[in-house]
């Protein structure tokens, strides 16, 4: 049984920047340690996030490649339960959106969604967007 129910947030982000070029920032260990975490370590699908001597894991599942990702932290007991990156191209235009995917208790939401566009602009900084 689920002790609260989390709020599902979706957030959207304009990047100037190649999916292929994106992507290896959301999925690989490297890339996410350069803006996501303090470190990043994987083996395969676990990946462990390092920040300020706290460490926490999560279970990776690419969707297709360039396209999303999306991580199960270890400690949640409820799988409906993650976070996600999708990198969407307008056919028409050519433009680049990052589609952020995440929960948080209703008291959170709104800290939740400033931890997440401050990480979206430290990204946009490393990567030059």
């Keep these: 049984m689920k002790m609260t129910e989390k709020i599902k947030i979706e957030l959207e982000f304009p990047i100037r920047a190649s999916s292929?070029?994106?992507?290896?920032?959301?999925a690989s260990p490297d890339g996410l340690g350069e803006w996501f975490a303090d470190n990043v370590n994987s083996r395969g699908e676990l990946y462990t996030f390092f920040w300020n001597g706290?460490?926490?894991?999560?279970?990776?599942?690419?969707?297709?490649?360039?396209?999303?990702?999306?991580?199960?932290?270890?400690?949640?007991?409820?799988?409906?339960?993650?976070?996600?990156?999708?990198?969407?191209?307008?056919?028409?235009t050519n433009d680049l959106s990052l589609i952020v995917t995440d929960f948080a208790d209703e008291d959170e939401v709104e800290e939740q969604k400033m931890f997440w566009e401050n990480q979206i602009d430290t990204l946009k900084r490393c990567i030059g967007a």
């Design 20 to 26: 292929n070029f994106l992507h290896h920032y959301l």
């Design 54 to 92: 706290s460490e926490e894991q999560a279970r990776q599942k690419v969707f297709s490649k360039e396209e999303k990702v999306r991580y199960y932290w270890l400690e949640e007991e409820d799988e409906d339960v993650y976070f996600q990156f999708e990198i969407i191209v307008d056919d028409l």
